[in-house]
């Protein structure tokens, strides 16, 4: 395993669309392995291939329940009811973004071995599915973003929205 150097705005490799894995092999097992690693490190909740510079259609995501979950070829499936919030990317520091995504999400994907599996997630872990298969896609959220915020602006939104949750208790 290896932390990898994830890529920011700006480098054409961002911007491409991913090929299918099509072999479930070792090559495969030390990116996932490889991918897990750099998440944790950069401590963020999603980072897909083309971040370090693979252009293979793979993610990793940690759930609400804290679970990591490696999708290799992804797809969404089916999604319900619309959210609107702050999103981030580790390969766009320092900026926070105003999108809006599914409420709920299922994905299909196959594992590190190759057996296909449906996954569901809802709030953040909808958003984290949607945002990652979008650099599948060759896209960042600041291409779906309605406003883009500093991380200054960032600390305020959540300074108002920590009193509004404590007006309401």
């Keep these: 395993m290896a932390i990898r150097t994830i890529y920011k705005q700006g480098d054409p490799v961002l911007n491409k669309k991913c090929h299918p894995v099509t072999q479930f092999d070792q090559k ?3 990116l996932l392995d490889d991918l897990r690693e750099t998440l944790d490190q950069a401590n963020g909740v999603g980072l897909a291939a083309p971040q370090i ?6 993610v990793i ?8 979950i490696e999708l290799v070829n992804p797809e969404i499936i089916d999604q319900r009811g619309e959210q609107e919030g702050p999103e981030g990317c580790l390969s766009v520091p320092g900026v926070w973004g105003i ?11 196959f594992d590190r071995n190759g057996q296909m599996f449906e996954v569901e997630g809802e709030g953040l872990t ?14 960042l959220y600041t291409e779906l973003a309605q406003k883009l915020l ?19 208790q």
């Design 150 to 168: 500093n991380d200054e602006e960032m600390e305020a939104l959540f300074d108002q929205q920590e009193d509004e949750e404590a007006e309401e």
């Design 61 to 68: 995501v940690i759930n609400q329940d804290d679970e990591v």
């Design 126 to 139: 909808a958003r984290c599915f949607c945002h990652e298969l979008g650099h599948l896609e060759g896209q």
């Design 28 to 30: 495969l097992w030390d």
């Design 53 to 58: 510079g693979i252009l293979r259609r793979v």
């Design 99 to 109: 999108v809006k995504r599914p409420e709920w999400v299922k994905v299909k994907a």
